[in-house]
């Protein structure tokens, strides 16, 4: 029997990658998606992150694997590169006998820009009673 571990950080450079400075997220779901639906279901091979962010999934016969990880209400994953509908994950091989596959996943808490876009026509920086908004 094999086994697929890893760690989930907080990807501060938001890079996709684990920096020595990128600190671990605790109590993360990880798990192996056996029937590829993006969704943890009951039986699936699955553990919670340790306080360093670190998971073990042991126990697992060789053969191939799609690990996930279930991204905490209000964050997104960075790390490996989300698909189109925003799903990180692994394809990856089990080994058996050994420690095998080793998978990182990134994640953040995404940054939002608000404010008005307007025609400064005095270029002051101030919105005046005659500068409008701009439409999209």
Same mark, same amino acid.
Request: glycine content about 12%.
């Given at each position: 029997?094999?086994? &697929?571990?890893?760690?989930?950080?907080?990807?501060?450079?938001?890079?996709?990658?684990?920096?020595?400075?990128?600190?671990?997220?605790?109590?993360?779901? &990880?798990?192996?998606?056996?029937?590829?639906?993006?969704?943890? #279901?009951?039986?699936?091979?699955?553990?919670?992150?340790?306080?360093? *962010?670190?998971?073990?999934?042991?126990?697992?016969? =060789?053969?191939?694997?799609?690990?996930? %990880? &279930?991204? =905490?209400?209000?964050?997104?994953?960075?790390? =490996? &590169? =989300? #698909?189109?509908?925003?799903?990180?994950?692994?394809?990856?091989? %089990?080994?058996?006998?050994?420690?095998?596959?080793?998978? #990182?996943?990134?994640?953040?808490?995404?940054?939002?820009?608000?404010?008005?876009?307007?025609?400064?026509?005095?270029?002051?920086?101030?919105?005046?009673?005659?500068?409008? *908004?701009?439409?999209?």
């Amino acid at each position: 029997l094999g086994s &697929v571990s890893g760690r989930v950080y907080y990807d501060t450079a938001a890079n996709a990658r684990s920096d020595d400075s990128d600190v671990g997220v605790a109590n993360v779901r &990880v798990y192996i998606d056996r029937n590829d639906n993006a969704a943890f #279901d009951s039986g699936e091979p699955t553990r919670i992150t340790d306080v360093n *962010g670190n998971y073990s999934i042991d126990n697992q016969f =060789p053969g191939p694997a799609k690990v996930r %990880v &279930v991204v =905490p209400s209000g964050r997104i994953a960075t790390g =490996p &590169v =989300p #698909d189109a509908a925003g799903r990180s994950f692994y394809n990856t091989f %089990v080994y058996g006998g050994f420690a095998g596959a080793y998978t #990182d996943f990134g994640i953040i808490y995404p940054a939002y820009v608000s404010g008005r876009v307007f025609n400064d026509r005095n270029a002051d920086g101030q919105i005046d009673g005659d500068e409008s *908004g701009l439409a999209n």
